[in-house]
């Protein structure tokens, strides 16, 4: 199975959870290892722990679709496994994938049960963005007891058929940080291909210390969350709808941001000025992508 398998990380300062990651895996998987140009001892580790790892280095960060799609570019294999920096997975895990994706043939992703540091269950599947408000997160906190064709696979930990992948386009490099996993998974829906959860397929995700938080980074992550959600809306249900929910979300969290503020909740006051940031700057057409807009050879179809 080895030579039918590649397995891809995306890092960016991970230096705090990357070796945990590379003494989980298998050495007999080809390794990928896409670098989003860190500033700590990241590529060390990896040079030490997996000497044998193929190293695609950005010069800056690019995001994660980006980053991931130069790593899928150069895949050979029939299947892609991305694993984030902070999850752990063993060989159990990774065949319990692969006897899936030989036995859903027309399926195009494979995720496992995510398990946290404590053991306890992580949501990795999902319906559709728009159906979350309707379920909540308690439907998930017991694991189906077998596989299942779900609607969303967290992009924390998947397997991919390369067949399927190609025949979507990578991962859409507009979109510089999060909801990337969402599109993925609606563009390969809307293509007729299925997504599996693998019950008995379980990794853990630790959820972290892929970067050292500060303001600066707290920043970065609502505005992109915020704008992306945005995108995604346009993206698939026009400008009108987009503009809409950006006006609504920019002030509801501009608003909530200033109340926050002078009550001194700093952190809060911080984190929803930057959503709110983030919703207008989408509405107005600032581009979260640090790629040129003529740069966007990924070796991807056009994405609607």
């Known amino acids: 199975m080895s030579t039918s398998l590649t397995i891809i990380t995306i890092t960016h300062n991970g230096g705090l959870v990357i070796g945990g990651l590379l003494n989980s895996l298998p050495a007999e998987y080809p390794l990928i290892v896409v ?66 994706a030989s036995d859903y043939p027309d ?6 049960i995510h398990k946290d540091g404590n053991g306890d269950i992580e949501l990795s599947h999902d319906v559709e963005l728009w159906k979350r408000s309707q379920y909540g997160r308690l439907a998930y906190d017991e694991a189906p007891q077998g596989s299942a064709c779900v609607e969303f696979l967290s992009g924390a930990v998947n397997l991919v058929r390369m067949s399927a992948i190609r025949d979507v386009g990578f991962y859409d490099p507009e979109i510089y940080l999060y909801f990337e996993d969402d599109d993925m998974c609606m563009r390969l829906r809307q ?4 997504l599996i959860l693998v019950a008995n397929s379980v990794v853990t995700h630790l959820n972290g210390g892929s970067v050292r938080p500060n303001r600066a980074y707290y920043w970065e992550k609502y505005w992109n969350i915020a704008w992306s959600r ?35 909740k700093k952190s809060k006051s911080w984190r929803d000025l930057a959503r709110s940031a983030g919703s207008f700057a989408a509405m107005f057409g600032v581009r979260a992508s640090k790629l040129p807009p003529a740069s966007h050879n990924t070796n991807a179809k056009t994405h609607s």
Not at 50 to 63: E, S, Y
Not at 191 to 194: C, D, I, K, L, W
């Open 230 to 264: 945005i995108y995604f809306e346009r993206k698939y249900k026009g400008t009108c709808a987009a503009h809409k929910l950006a006006l609504a979300r920019g002030l509801k969290f501009g608003w909530k941001g200033i109340c926050y503020g002078v009550i001194l």
């Open 35 to 100: 670098d989003n140009a860190s500033g700590d001892d990241t590529l060390e580790i990896v040079a030490k722990l997996r000497p044998d790892a193929q190293i695609i280095r950005n010069q800056t960060g690019l995001g994660y679709g980006v980053a991931a799609s130069r790593g899928l570019a150069a895949v050979d294999t029939e299947f892609a496994l991305l694993a984030n920096p902070d999850a752990l997975l063993g060989k159990d895990a990774i065949d319990a994938l692969l006897q899936a």
């Open 191 to 194: 293509a007729g291909h299925s």
């Open 107 to 112: 399926a195009a992703m494979f995720g496992p």
